[in-house]
């Protein structure tokens, strides 16, 4: 059993920054950021596998960073330039295993609670 906790989430103007956090307590292979806004569906953000491969949504590709500091277990995602429909609860996930596509939310066995973020206009 892995337990993730997230961090970081806040309010920001649209422009502004943030860097997400999520400390694993053991192992993970694939690992990924999901984010939901009020009304809409779960969608998947960004996902890294242990060997570093990335996979982003085209709504932040060139925004958005993910990376993963294996030996401390904390996944990242460094948000730049964020608009207010980046808005939404951010979740990570992650599973011990390799799974494709990376963004693919349904099957990850672990998962957080969430953390907040909102960008005003």
């Known amino acids: 059993q892995v337990q993730l906790v997230e961090s970081g989430g806040g309010s920001v103007q649209a422009g502004g920054s943030l860097r997400l956090s999520c400390v694993a307590s053991?192992?993970?292979?694939?690992s990924a950021w999901f984010r939901q806004a009020p009304g809409k569906e779960r969608e998947g953000v960004a996902g890294?596998?242990?060997?570093?491969?990335?996979t982003y949504a085209d709504s932040v590709k060139g925004r958005f960073t993910i990376s993963k500091d294996n030996a401390k277990k904390i996944l990242y995602l460094q948000m730049n330039n964020l608009k207010p429909e980046d808005s939404g609860m951010y979740y990570c996930a992650a599973d011990t295993r390799a799974r494709y596509p990376l963004l693919r939310e349904y099957g990850y066995p672990y998962r957080g609670q969430g953390t907040q973020v909102t960008v005003s206009s």
């Open positions: 890294i596998d242990a060997d570093g491969a990335t």
């Open positions: 053991g192992y993970t292979y694939s």
